[in-house]
C-alpha cells in the first residue's frame, strides 16, 4: 500500500465524523481539535484524545496495522484509532 502526504492524511481525517471499531464499539463526535483528534465512545460518553503525529507515525510505519501494534504509538486509544483509520480508508 502506498502511504500518503501528512496533508492528505489530515485530509481524510477531517472527514471522519463517526466510527465503529472492529467489535461494534461506537465513536462519535469525531473531530479534529490542534494536533488532537477528539471524539466520544457512545456506550460510556467518555471523550478519548489520539496525538496526531504519533497516528501517522503508526500509519507510515507500521506494515500492519492493528489495536496491538497501534498500542506502542497511541497508548489506550488504539480502538478508536483503528476504527477511524479504517473508517478514513487508510487501512
Request: glycine share 6%; aromatic share 6%.
Amino acid at each position: 500500500m502506498n502511504k500518503i502526504s501528512k496533508d492528505d492524511f489530515l485530509k481524510r481525517l477531517q472527514s471522519v465524523h463517526s466510527a465503529t471499531s472492529l467489535t461494534g464499539v461506537r465513536y462519535s463526535s469525531i473531530q479534529i481539535k490542534g494536533n488532537e483528534c477528539c471524539g466520544i465512545r457512545e456506550s460510556t460518553g467518555k471523550s478519548f484524545e489520539i496525538n496526531i503525529d504519533k497516528l501517522y507515525s503508526a500509519y507510515s510505519e507500521l506494515e500492519q496495522i492493528n489495536t496491538v501494534t497501534l498500542k506502542n504509538y497511541v497508548g489506550r486509544v488504539q480502538s478508536p484509532s483503528l476504527a477511524i483509520l479504517l473508517k478514513a480508508e487508510l487501512v
